[in-house]
């Protein structure tokens, strides 16, 4: 089961940290992803991380800007931590994950995620 929150609003080059946390440990078992989705289009691959959290993988238009990352401390949690956020970021964020090896050199497939969590709400505005 995952879990995610964090989401809000924000303004134009604001920031926001989204956590994503499971009820089973995540590291060194789990590719763990971040989705995003906003109505009438399909759910996006916004970033991904292998099993052992060294490999990582961006869309193109969030790189530099978004950071996937394991906790510190509890590793059952993924966060997303999202910096000079612009409008064309605003959806409904999803983590997900797949107990499956994952190179970090592609844009993970929503149809191949066995895992949801809840969506939480991005909202950023001009």
């Known amino acids: 089961q995952l879990q995610a929150s964090g989401g809000g609003l924000v303004q134009a080059g604001g920031s926001l940290r989204l956590s994503c946390a499971a009820s089973?440990?995540?590291?060194?078992?789990?590719?763990m992803a971040w989705f995003r989705q906003v109505p009438g289009k399909e759910r996006e691959f916004v970033a991904g991380?292998?099993?052992?959290?060294?490999?990582?993988?961006y869309r193109e238009s969030v790189k530099g800007r978004f950071t996937i990352s394991t906790g510190d401390i509890a590793l059952n949690t993924v966060h997303l931590q999202m910096t000079r956020l612009n409008p064309d970021d605003t959806g409904i964020y999803y983590c997900?994950?797949?107990?499956?090896?994952?190179?970090?050199?592609?844009?993970?497939?929503?149809?191949?995620?066995?895992?949801w969590g809840n969506g939480t709400q991005v909202t950023v505005s001009s």
């Open positions: 997900a994950a797949v107990r499956k090896p994952y190179s970090a050199t592609y844009y993970l497939q929503a149809d191949a995620m066995d895992y």
């Open positions: 991380m292998n099993f052992s959290g060294r490999r990582k993988y």
């Open positions: 089973v440990r995540i590291f060194g078992a789990y590719t």
